[in-house]
């Protein structure tokens, strides 16, 4: 049974927290649950990739292959300067 429940503030949440589990503490916010929204943003992001195909299986055969593939594409921009960012896709993308 966990410590503390952590929920951004939406107010269904505090009423099924009174309901399921009364003796936890919750604690809503809408700044301290951010670290476990971000684990999920891989996870997002493959979900919205899939919206596209036709099946479940044709979905995941194409994202499994291109996981390996996808860094190439999208270099941790946000941590390089407009020289370097310019020189390292040259660079990934020389034949």
Same mark, same amino acid.
């Given at each position: 049974?966990?410590?503390?429940?952590?929920?951004?503030?939406? =107010?269904?949440?505090? !009423?099924? #927290?009174?309901?399921?589990?009364?003796?936890?503490? #919750?604690?809503?916010?809408?700044?301290?649950?951010?670290?476990?929204?971000?684990?999920?943003?891989?996870? =997002?992001?493959?979900?919205? !990739?899939?919206?596209?195909?036709?099946?479940?299986?044709? !979905?995941?055969?194409?994202?499994?292959?291109?996981?390996?593939?996808?860094?190439?594409?999208?270099?941790? =921009?946000?941590?390089?300067?407009?020289?370097?960012?310019?020189?390292?896709?040259?660079? =990934?993308? !020389?034949?």
């Amino acid at each position: 049974m966990p410590r503390v429940i952590v929920t951004d503030k939406l =107010r269904s949440y505090g !009423a099924a #927290h009174r309901e399921v589990m009364p003796s936890v503490e #919750h604690r809503a916010h809408k700044g301290l649950n951010n670290r476990a929204e971000n684990s999920h943003q891989p996870t =997002r992001q493959r979900e919205r !990739a899939t919206k596209g195909f036709r099946s479940v299986g044709g !979905a995941q055969q194409f994202l499994s292959a291109f996981s390996g593939i996808s860094p190439h594409y999208r270099p941790h =921009r946000h941590l390089m300067t407009a020289p370097e960012y310019r020189t390292e896709i040259t660079t =990934r993308f !020389a034949i």
